[in-house]
């Protein structure tokens, strides 16, 4: 019997089925959105909204001029590679409404980062913020581009407003290297010159056609993209609309019954973001306040000012940091509805420190690039179960082995298997790699976590596989001596790594970042640990730190303070 979340009762005011045929293309469901909210606002960036209705028509005009202005065809793959501006939006939508593939680019990337992934992903086409421009130019021979597209944070911006952000603007350029890329076309030019011209609706419209080429964070390995198709997509997005579209007591829709305003400070370019603000939140005709540089925490608090924010999307150590600004407690609140946290484990100090300030709790989930990415998530409206990561999202089977495959029984922890039309067609160009991260039978696949299901269905993570440490023979999972060292008043961020010893094989590692004016020794988190912790897991060695390695969106390296 597979284990489940119909083990367990979903919560009252759910849904229970889903009818995944809606739309057979993401393109399809995009252009349903562009005539039913036509007038809504839908994205806004430094200060400028733009409706639903000029998304619709700036998106057309860049798909007519890459079918007629550019050698890219349909089925190619063009890479994105920008902070949250409203040039995102536009440039996803209407590459999808060209045919082309969509290849999304952390901006940070090293230029031997960009080299592995234009390559690996062929792309023939880029989209870049100009900052970034000059390591395009230093690595456009080693790959295959065949158009370079670049834009300025301001260009979608009116008149007098574009001259002001590029004034202020001005000065970060000033740091950045200067770029010499003749052949660049302009990305606002593109637009200004193909207004209101059409486009031909063809190609990567069939529900497994492969439309977006996502890779994987890169925390483990080589970086290797998941092909997420149509049906993955779409799936995924009715999925996560229909946990967040909960009802209250009364039977009224807690999100969806009137436009919602959601804060979007996670980069588009993670699959997180993206599903959440270009597909589920635009499908729902919502509007999204894109946030450039989210560890800006001033700046973002005043993007936020002018709206009754009713949702927010992050991760702990981004809430932590607005927390922390005394700033942030002077919003608006009263609007609040849910808070949606991934990505990586959510501390129950945060939690609840975040509810105490907006008046709403976190409602933690849990997924991975390979399923477009939503596995489970926790329901809204005060029912969501802290320390878990929810239930499966309908449609989604989960269930937990053994080293040998085995299943293991209910509320025993295991390897977390996931089945879902969410799930991955498999890696691009690789599959080896996608037989080796499916269960014998290609049915399941492995998530390489261990986690606990419990017989109410909640799923609780308890750690990466490769990330466990072995103690004299004892399993020790890092995510609890984190979750336990993190409680600490003195403390702002933590990580466990397990490193050699001599006598017990592995010992605990734990390197700390105390927040700022507070003063921690190591022998008090010891004697802290020992209060809260078995013996063995009390950490051995203890780093301090003034920051820790994260990836863009905020998720702790463990490997590289382990290597």
Not at 530 to 537: A, E, F, S
């Amino acid at each position: 019997m597979e284990a489940s979340f119909w083990h367990g009762k979903r919560v009252a005011g759910m849904a229970d089925e889903i009818d995944f045929n809606q739309y057979t293309s993401v393109v399809d469901m995009i252009e349903q959105s562009f005539i039913l909210y036509a007038d809504r606002p839908a994205f806004t960036s430094l200060g400028y909204t733009l409706t639903y209705k000029q998304i619709d028509e700036y998106s057309a005009a860049f798909a007519h001029y890459l079918q007629n202005e550019t050698s890219v065809k349909p089925g190619d793959a063009i890479a994105i590679q920008m902070l949250n501006t409203l040039q995102y939006p536009i440039a996803v939508y209407g590459a999808l409404r060209a045919g082309l593939r969509i290849v999304n680019t952390n901006p940070l990337y090293t230029e031997r980062e960009m080299i592995h992934q234009f390559n690996d992903s062929e792309v023939k086409a880029l989209l870049c913020l100009d900052v970034f421009a000059k390591s395009v130019e230093n690595i456009k021979s080693q790959t295959n581009l065949k158009l370079i597209i670049t834009t300025s944070m301001a260009d979608l911006l009116p008149g007098m407003k574009r001259v002001l952000v590029n004034s202020t603007i001005k000065y970060i350029k000033k740091m950045v290297p200067k770029y010499h890329l003749p052949e660049a076309v302009s990305f606002r030019k593109a637009l200004k010159n193909n207004m209101h011209k059409g486009f031909e609706k063809t190609h990567l419209n069939k529900p497994d056609d492969t439309v977006v080429l996502q890779y994987t964070g890169g925390t483990t390995g080589v970086a290797k993209s998941a092909e997420l198709t149509n049906a993955n997509l779409v799936a995924n997005m009715l999925q996560d609309a229909s946990s967040i579209m909960q009802k209250d007591d009364n039977g009224e829709l807690l999100v969806g019954n009137k436009q919602s305003v959601m804060a979007a400070p996670l980069p588009l370019y993670h699959i997180y973001s993206f599903i959440v603000h270009l597909m589920v939140f635009f499908k729902m005709g919502e509007h999204s306040i894109l946030i450039a540089n989210p560890k800006d925490t001033e700046t973002f608090i005043k993007a936020l000012k002018p709206y009754k924010v009713t949702c927010f999307m992050g991760l702990n150590t981004l809430f932590v940091s607005l927390m922390n600004s005394p700033s942030f407690k002077t919003l608006d609140f009263s609007k609040m509805i849910f808070t949606v946290s991934a990505g990586t484990a959510l501390p129950e100090d945060t939690a609840k420190r975040w509810k105490e300030i907006t008046g709403v709790g976190i409602s933690e989930a849990y997924g991975l690039t390979e399923c477009s990415p939503t596995v489970c998530m926790n329901p809204i409206n005060g029912l969501e179960q802290v320390g878990t990561v929810g239930q499966a999202l309908i449609g989604t089977a989960l269930k937990c082995i053994d080293s040998d495959g085995n299943e293991v029984a209910i509320g025993e922890r295991g390897e977390l298997c996931v089945k879902g039309p969410q799930v991955m067609k498999g890696y691009w160009k690789r599959p080896d790699a996608t037989k080796e991260t499916f269960t014998a039978d290609g049915e399941w696949l492995l998530t390489g976590d261990v986690a606990v299901i419990n017989e109410d269905g909640f799923v609780k993570i308890v750690d990466r596989i490769k990330d466990l440490i072995i103690v004299s023979g004892f399993n020790v999972y890092p995510n609890e001596i984190e979750d336990v060292v993190a409680h600490h008043a003195s403390v702002q961020h933590c990580a466990v790594t397990g490193v050699a010893d001599a006598k017990t094989g592995e010992a605990v590692k734990l390197f700390v970042v105390l927040h700022e004016n507070k003063t921690l020794t190591a022998d008090e988190i010891k004697s802290y640990c020992r209060d809260n912790l078995t013996g063995y897991k009390v950490p051995r060695q203890i780093e301090f730190r003034t920051e820790l390695p994260m990836t863009p969106v905020g998720k702790i390296l463990r490997r590289e303070l382990k290597e």
